[in-house]
């Protein structure tokens, strides 16, 4: 399957995908509580400059403004019989800044999870979970999006269920998890577990990784997991800019450009070939970023203290790759389940 | 793995054995042995109190104690939950009945905008296993939906959830308005969600950040005590 990132990825040696979204649209306006992809049909201008913000700063990738566009988002507005249109419009608007940027541009049609958890834990069922995805995907690929980019995700029964909607849908996919408990996802899965599940998937991802999570140190840590995991598959590396604050009635993340930089070109020695950020990062993030990406050499990839003296401490000891995880209890039924 | 130990039989175990045995089932999330093990100790004429505080609230602290430290997860913990409401359903007529003494009441929901609510029912499932009563209002609760509630239910403490940055700054809403009535000392309010931390949780005016469930029922029994304390002093 040739498709645009594809052809990048054999073509360059890394790409760099864009920045925060939530936090921008909040900078612009966007009230606590309010979705953002009604904007696509309500605010388009401001989705553009949303979107040229990071074009501009030198992103070879971008996500669509569809994150919480599947019917388990849309719910809460009551807009769940728009997610062809809102996503079709997040799409459209990707595409418009693309094509006027003049080079070759990703619109990478984000897909965030349905928020609810699936069987048999939770009540959704795999096929619901599918189908809601495939409703999004159809709608992104309307709209011209290049790839399909699923993310933020916690249980490997989800990515599954995306992964599936792509192929469904007949479009290229990336599908990144977020790191966010001990260093794994909230359900426990690891870096290497996702490395794994990602060389399983038929079609596999064409790209796999991490974004989101506790801050950008600890990104770095799960991409040293997908580097020790071995898969053949180009992995991803979308931190947050730091640490979420409160500042004046708004978040604000502490870390600086010039902490990103470093993170961008730490991530891309640690073997990620798609480099960017997540919440808090802003375009002047992204400018470092691409600058230090160009200028610095590829060096050997960092080790944990070096991540840890540099981008900062990890938020746990262990992240479960490392053999020095605590197991659960053995307890004398165990096993028996 | 293990089928020689296959054949404990419940009813066989002493009351000390029973115990912690049901300690280990809450921790497999096995909720028919817990189920059965309630029934067992009700029989041998156990008070329900002692069986909620002795045997389920003391499973689920070690459940607690071990998803605090990233030796757990979800699954594991919305399994033991699981396993917890089995026992709690035979319990919670007769603890009624018994007039047991109550923890506290906490009233909880996902702030307006915001549809997560795993990390939410995880607490109120800890915070119910811990004893606390729960009064769950779901997700995306405005403001008055959570000031109607505590006053309507007299709640001790307020719990807000958020996961997401752009729904976060909407606990600061609540809390103002609360303050504006006049109200805010009157209730324990707890911040939790997955971007937030203790900086967050201050700057907003809340009286704690909670990183997780199991620090959550810490919290909020300590506080409750801390408030008690202030009402006798």
């Known amino acids: 399957m040739t498709n645009l990132l594809s052809r990048l990825l054999t073509e360059r040696d890394w790409l760099m995908t864009d920045g925060a979204t939530g936090t921008t649209l909040f900078n612009m306006g966007l009230q606590s509580g309010d979705s953002p992809e009604l904007w696509n049909a309500d605010h388009p201008d401001r989705i553009a400059t949303l979107y040229k913000g990071a074009v501009d700063a030198g992103s070879d990738i971008f996500l669509t403004n569809s994150f919480g566009g599947s019917a388990a988002r849309l719910k809460l507005h009551d807009s769940q019989s728009r997610v062809r249109e809102l996503n079709r419009l997040a799409a459209e608007i990707g595409r418009e800044v693309a094509d006027a940027s003049g080079r070759d541009v990703v619109v990478a049609g984000s897909i965030g999870p349905t928020g609810e958890i699936m069987e048999p834990m939770g009540a959704l069922t795999h096929a619901s979970a599918v189908e809601m995805f495939h409703e999004q995907a159809e709608g992104l690929k309307e709209g011209g999006a290049d790839v399909l980019w699923v993310e933020t995700i916690s249980a490997p029964e989800e990515y599954k269920a995306a992964a599936e909607a792509a192929t469904l849908a007949g479009m290229p996919w990336c599908g990144t998890m977020s790191f966010d408990t001990a260093g794994r996802t909230m359900m426990g899965f690891t870096s290497a577990d996702l490395s794994r599940l990602a060389d399983r998937l038929d079609p596999a991802p064409v790209a796999f990784g991490a974004n989101c999570g506790v801050g950008a140190s600890d990104l770095l840590r799960t991409v040293l997991g997908f580097r020790a995991a071995g898969s053949e598959i180009p992995f991803i590396a979308k931190g947050n800019a730091g640490i979420p604050k409160y500042v004046d009635g708004h978040i604000h993340y502490d870390g600086t450009p010039e902490l990103m930089a470093r993170y961008a070109v730490m991530a891309r020695d640690s073997g990620a070939k798609i480099i960017g950020g997540c919440c808090g990062t802003q375009p002047d993030h992204l400018r470092a970023m691409r600058k230090a990406l160009e200028e610095t050499p590829k060096g050997p990839a960092p080790s944990l203290e070096e991540i840890a003296a540099e981008i900062g401490g990890f938020s746990s000891d262990s992240d479960g790759t490392d053999g020095n995880a605590v197991a659960p209890r053995q307890n004398r039924r165990r096993g028996r389940k | 793995m293990s089928d020689e130990e296959d054949d404990i039989i419940l009813s066989e175990l002493n009351d000390e054995e ?180 203790d900086e ?6 809340a009286d704690a950040y909670c990183r997780d469930a199991a620090v959550a029922v810490e919290t909020a029994k300590e506080l409750i005590a801390r408030k008690h304390n202030q009402m006798s002093a």
């Open chain 2, 200 to 205: 967050f949780g201050r700057a907003i005016g």
């Open chain 2, 18 to 197: 029973l115990v912690q045995q049901m300690f280990d089932d809450l921790y497999d999330g096995l909720k028919e042995e817990i189920e059965e093990s309630v029934n067992i100790l009700l029989e041998r004429k156990w008070e329900p109190y002692r069986i909620l505080t002795e045997a389920l609230v003391g499973g689920m602290t070690i459940v607690g104690q071990d998803f605090r430290d990233g030796i757990l997860f979800v699954p594991e913990v919305l399994l033991a939950a699981n396993a917890m409401k089995g026992g709690m359903a035979i319990l919670k007529p007769l603890l009624i009945e018994t007039g047991a003494p109550r923890v506290g009441k906490m009233v909880m929901g996902t702030v307006k905008g915001d549809i997560h609510d795993i990390g939410k029912n995880l607490v109120g499932m800890m915070m119910e296993g811990a004893g606390f009563e729960i009064v769950d209002l779901g997700i995306n609760t405005d403001v008055d939906g959570y000031l109607n509630a505590i006053k309507e239910e007299g709640a001790d403490i307020l719990g807000m959830s958020a996961l997401l940055t752009t729904t976060m700054p909407y606990m600061k809403v609540v809390i103002d308005t609360m303050v504006e009535l006049g109200i805010r000392d009157d209730y324990i309010v707890l911040v939790g969600g997955a971007p937030l931390n």
